[in-house]
């Protein structure tokens, strides 16, 4: 499948100019993930949107988030994720620094016990 970078790249520019929103750690929200490099996560549809988790707020504006994915694949470099409206495993492989503009649509947060879990997993991941 070939990845639209182009429509992308317009996407992006309408993204740039939004607000920013207000986030905190352990809400799963609808992202403005883009088009990606290889074999990183990409978002789909016209947002090129995929559900992410807030790992850990860096400033006002920036976050660590892990995108979700309904798919159980290496279970080491994935954390199941609840929440009413969504079921899916926090990919620790793919974190990354985002900014709050590409945020589109808060689902919920994740349950306290389940986040210290992902939490703990992915600290031993990176270490």
């Excluded at 070939?2 to 750690?25: G, M, Q, T, V, Y």
């Excluded at 159980?72 to 793919?94: C, T, V, W, Y």
């Amino acid at each position: 499948m070939e990845k639209d970078f182009d429509k992308w790249n317009e996407r992006k520019k309408a993204l740039n100019d939004r607000e920013r929103i207000l986030f905190n750690p352990r809400e799963i929200w609808w992202c403005s993930f883009g088009v990606n490099i290889g074999s990183e996560q990409d978002g789909s549809g016209d947002n090129f949107e995929r559900p992410v988790i807030i790992i850990k707020k860096l400033s006002p504006n920036t976050f660590f988030v892990a995108p979700l994915s309904t798919k159980e694949k290496l279970e080491k470099f994935q954390s199941p994720i609840k929440h009413s409206l969504i079921f899916g495993f926090a990919l620790l492989d793919q974190i990354r620094v985002i900014d709050s503009k590409r945020l589109l649509r808060k689902i919920g947060m994740t349950d306290e016990i389940e986040f210290n879990k992902m939490k703990k997993k992915l600290a031993a991941l990176l270490l």
